[in-house]
Antibody, heavy 125, light 106 residues
Framework: QVQLVQSGVEVKKPGASVKVSCKAS????????IIWVRQAPGQGLEWMGW????????NYAQKLQGRVTLTTDTSTNTAYMDLRSLRSDDTAVYYC???????????????????WGQGTTVTVS | DIQMTQSPSSLSASVGDKITITCRAS??????LNWYQQKTGKAPKLLIY???TLQSGAPSRFSGSGSGTDFTLTINSLQPEDFATYYC????????FGQGTNVEVK
């Protein structure tokens, strides 16, 4: 079945970097975007950015511009999220999700996150 | 950024109840609105997309409506597995989520 499998728990010190992977299976990687979302303990969902599986084009949340980089390796169908200069408030569960065009529309497609990874806990302490 | 405000932040309900969750956008977003369900310790799950279309596999007791700035998620006849947190999500501008609505057992 369609699946996104993420890398394991990370514990980092303030100022360090973390790289989380997200391996896709059972679908054509290039036909979808990968979106990254994080969730701090007891808090809601925060969109971090997306990367096109086809072109590698990216779009980042303004709040994280300059600290986050999203990449893909189409040879292994894997997406990566690299977050630098970690702070304590970066402690969160990080999710990757597949961005699907659920309704094609002239000018602006409708997207939704239809498949999610299991989440990766990143603790900064 | 477009702000998404959900109400209520939490609600208590019983099995069999009909409940409604509201999501308001700070500017018009057309129908670029999705709803997700998240259970404790799990990834979110897509329920509704484009404001009113039920995702494949989602139970028909879930429905969505609205356009522009005001949207609702309705659950008819709440089931035990529906106690969870629900999030709205807009994809019109830079993507943002509502703060969530926790549906708990009365």
């Amino acid at each position: 079945q369609v699946q996104l499998v993420q890398s394991g728990v990370e514990v980092k010190k303030p100022g360090a970097s973390v790289k989380v992977s997200c391996k896709a299976s059972s679908y054509t990687f290039r036909n979808y975007s990968i979106i990254w979302v994080r969730q701090a303990p007891g808090q809601g969902l925060e969109w971090m950015g997306w990367i096109s599986g086809y072109s590698g084009d990216t779009n980042y949340a303004q709040k994280l511009q300059g600290r986050v980089t999203l990449t893909t390796d189409t040879s292994t169908n894997t997406a990566y999220m690299d977050l630098r200069s970690l702070r304590s408030d970066d402690t969160a569960v990080y999710y990757c999700a597949r961005g699907a065009v659920v309704v094609p529309a002239a000018g602006k497609n409708y997207y939704a996150l239809d498949v999610w990874g299991q989440g990766t806990t990143v603790t900064v302490s | 950024d477009i702000q998404m405000t959900q109400s209520p932040s939490s609600l208590s309900a019983s099995v069999g109840d009909k409940i409604t969750i509201t999501c308001r956008a700070s500017q018009s977003i057309g129908s670029y609105l999705n709803w997700y369900q998240q259970k404790t310790g799990k990834a979110p799950k897509l329920l509704i997309y484009a404001a009113s279309t039920l995702q494949s596999g989602a139970p028909s007791r879930f429905s969505g409506s609205g356009s522009g700035t005001d949207f609702t998620l309705t659950i008819n006849s709440l089931q035990p597995e529906d106690f969870a947190t629900y999030y709205c999500h807009q994809t019109y501008g830079a993507w943002t989520f509502g703060q969530g609505t926790n549906v708990e057992v009365k």
